[in-house]
């Protein structure tokens, strides 16, 4: 099965934040529905944070933001317990993307 073919839970530590479920790919992202998990709420400001400052384009101010997860630990797990560490995920809390 490729990525695009498997739901994928994100986790920062142990937390769940999230899942992300694919509806596409271009080049190395992977876009996503993004439903949330039971940690999201301790975590939105963070990966909001991180969106915006990408979407604007503002490359330190992402660095910044997403590096603080990154040091919290992000996770990537398919349900057959694939799984990726540090990947890079920009959601707003509904839609989002990823690349691994």
């Known amino acids: 099965m490729s990525v695009l073919d498997k739901v994928w839970h994100v986790y920062v530590g ?23 998990g039971d940690a999201w709420g301790n975590f939105a400001p963070w990966f909001v944070r991180a969106a915006e400052a990408f979407n604007a384009g503002d490359e330190a101010g992402w660095q910044s933001v997403y590096g603080q997860l990154m040091l919290m630990g992000i996770t990537l797990v398919a349900d057959d317990g694939e799984s990726y560490h540090n990947p890079t995920i920009i959601t707003d809390g509904s839609s989002g993307c990823f690349a691994v």
């Not at 790919?25 to 876009?31: C, I, M, P, V």
Request: charged share 10%; proline share 4%; net charge negative.
């Open 14 to 36: 142990q937390s769940w934040v999230g899942t992300l479920t694919p509806t596409g790919a271009d080049g190395s992202w992977y876009y996503a529905d993004f439903s949330q």
